[in-house]
């Protein structure tokens, strides 16, 4: 009895979620994909396409915001002062701005690159100093010759002590 039982619930549930034939009242395919399309077709950018490119802050109206009689001055400054120093903070961050923006798309031929090292098997690349690799420009002078400028490490001592006579 219970097989029976088990049996007919089986085909009663195949039945439930099989697909009807009967013809349902759907939409078309065609207003769909008008509304896909409208929904895809959304563009963010269509008025000005160059607005998030790179290099466009310039062509934005943005601004440093005014300091008044009633807005903050550091303590030692006069209002005066604090828009000197505002004003100088704001130039130097659009000359570095600007100076970054001239580098901009200009890349390394990874071919002229390869050229250059010599690579090739049993190349001298493998031997010279760095193994081929260019490296970046930094900000101090690596290169061994004498530099008497005191650094850090001069002025605190050495980390592991002095050494002993």
């Known amino acids: 009895m219970k097989i029976i039982a088990v049996l ?3 085909l009663s549930l195949a039945a439930a979620f099989a697909p009807s034939s009967s013809s349902r009242s759907t939409k078309s395919s065609t207003e769909m994909n008008a509304l896909f399309d409208n929904i895809f077709g959304m563009d963010l950018y269509a008025p000005n396409r160059a607005v998030n490119e790179y290099g466009q802050r310039k062509n934005k109206n943005i601004k440093q915001g005014e300091v008044g009689n009633k807005s903050y001055v550091p303590a030692g400054l006069t209002l ?3 828009k000197k120093v505002r004003s100088k903070d704001v130039s130097k961050f659009d000359s570095n701005y600007d100076k970054n ?3 901009a798309g200009k890349f390394q031929d990874f071919d002229a690159f390869y050229e250059k090292r010599g690579t090739a098997i049993g190349g001298k690349w493998l031997t010279a100093p760095g193994k081929g690799h260019t490296f970046a420009k930094t900000k101090y002078d690596y290169s061994g ?4 400028s005191k650094g850090w490490g001069d002025a605190m001592g050495s980390v592991f002590g002095s050494k002993k006579k």
């Open 101 to 103: 923006v001239k580098k």
């Open 145 to 148: 010759g004498k530099d008497d």
């Open 80 to 82: 005066e002062e604090y």
């Open 8 to 10: 007919v619930s089986t």
